[in-house]
């Protein structure tokens, strides 16, 4: 099993930079595509970003130029640098492996106007 810690989060003001890190801890982090998703109240979860263990990446439309996804698989970890926030940014955001339905508990993202 492997379990994730993510952290960074917190408030910044609209076009501004927060830089995400997913730490985690277990034997298949390395063989495994890991995911950003994230939720905003009222609203269901959505994807982020997604590296795999090659190093290719996906991102959603919405952060398309400004997300970079990256892993440093020495030391487990995963990143997400979020540049240019938007309000609607906003969010609870969670790493993980999607497929097997492993996640953190989240870290919370808020952009002000």
């Known amino acids: 099993q492997v379990q994730f810690v993510e952290s960074g989060g917190g408030l910044v003001q609209a076009g501004g930079s927060l830089r995400l890190s997913c730490a985690a801890s277990g034997s298949t982090f390395t063989i495994n595509p890991i995911e950003w998703y994230r939720q905003a109240p009222g609203k269901q979860r959505e994807f982020v970003a997604k590296?795999?263990?090659?190093?290719?990446?996906n991102y959603a439309d919405s952060v398309k130029g400004r997300f970079t996804i990256s892993r440093d698989n020495s030391k487990n970890t995963v990143s997400l640098q979020m540049n240019s926030l938007k309000p609607e940014d906003t969010g609870a955001y969670y790493c993980?492996?999607?497929?097997?339905?492993?996640w953190g508990q989240g870290t919370q993202v808020t952009v002000s106007s």
């Open positions: 993980g492996v999607n497929w097997m339905g492993l």
């Open positions: 590296i795999y263990p090659s190093g290719t990446t």
